[in-house]
T-cell receptor, first 112, second 114 residues
Framework: EDQVTQSPEALRLQEGESSSLNCSYTVSGLRGLFWYRQDPGKGPEFLFTLYSAGEEKEKERLKATLTKKESFLHITAPKPEDSATYLCAVRGSGGSNYKLTFGKGTLLTVNP | DVKVTQSSRYLVKRTGEKVFLECVQDMDHENMFWYRQDPGLGLRLIYFSYDVKMKEKGDIPEGYSVSREKKERFSLILESASTNQTSMYLC?????????????FGPGTRLTVL
């Protein structure tokens, strides 16, 4: 069974204070690791897909990286508008070809 | 841009009522999904559909059914709503092309069952 663990559960940063969120996973044959951002009361917004170890993707102040066991979402010089819950999900080769397994998320708060 | 819309943002229903949640996507995606999201439990898959009239149970299908009569529309049905079905319901869609099957989500429906 695929499993995803995100840490920390919550993170509070000052504006400009860079940090990283962790997503550890166990999956039989990774077919994709996905990062989403979710604002309160809204649906998750797609950020990145990573497929193979060593891959990196960037978008504004966010950079996602992938190893064989975990992914990091690095946030450089965050701003208050980066405050949200960040979700990680994986798709494995076992079982259904369509199913994503989600972590419980990291709630990021960036104070001005 | 992918657009997934859900029929209601907020819904209040009584115990025992039949509830319909509608989801529409405009990107000709083959796959559509229904999740519920609860504090501390994360997103849990209820049902998904990989083609018109085709459906597959997710992790928590009990108390729910689905309908997909047209490619763009996927409905979640609560046959007899119960208070433990109070939750945020999220619809998503994805395409088979491109290989990675990225799921795109709608805005969510906050359902309260009294």
């Amino acid at each position: 069974e695929d499993q995803v663990t995100q840490s920390p559960e919550a993170l509070r940063l000052q504006e400009g204070e860079s940090s990283s969120l962790n997503c550890s996973y166990t999956v039989s044959g990774l077919r994709g690791l996905f990062w989403y951002r979710q604002d309160p009361g809204k649906g998750p917004e797609f950020l990145f897909t990573l497929y193979s170890a060593g891959e990196e993707k960037e978008k504004e102040r966010l950079k996602a990286t992938l190893t064989k066991k975990e992914s990091f979402l690095h946030i450089t010089a965050p701003k208050p508008e980066d405050s949200a819950t960040y979700l990680c999900a994986v798709r494995g080769s076992g079982g259904s070809n369509y199913k994503l397994t989600f972590g419980k998320g990291t709630l990021l708060t960036v104070n001005p | 841009d992918v657009k997934v819309t859900q029929s209601s943002r907020y819904l209040v229903k009584r115990t025992g009522e039949k509830v319909f949640l509608e989801c529409v996507q405009d990107m000709d995606h083959e796959n559509m999904f229904w999740y519920r999201q609860d504090p501390g439990l994360g997103l849990r898959l209820i049902y998904f559909s990989y083609d018109v009239k085709m459906k597959e149970k997710g992790d928590i299908p009990e108390g729910y059914s689905v309908s997909r009569e047209k490619k763009e529309r996927f409905s979640l049905i609560l046959e007899s709503a119960s208070t433990n079905q109070t939750s945020m319901y999220l619809c998503a869609s994805s395409s088979l092309s491109g290989g990675l099957n990225t799921q795109y989500f709608g805005p969510g429906t906050r359902l309260t069952v009294l």
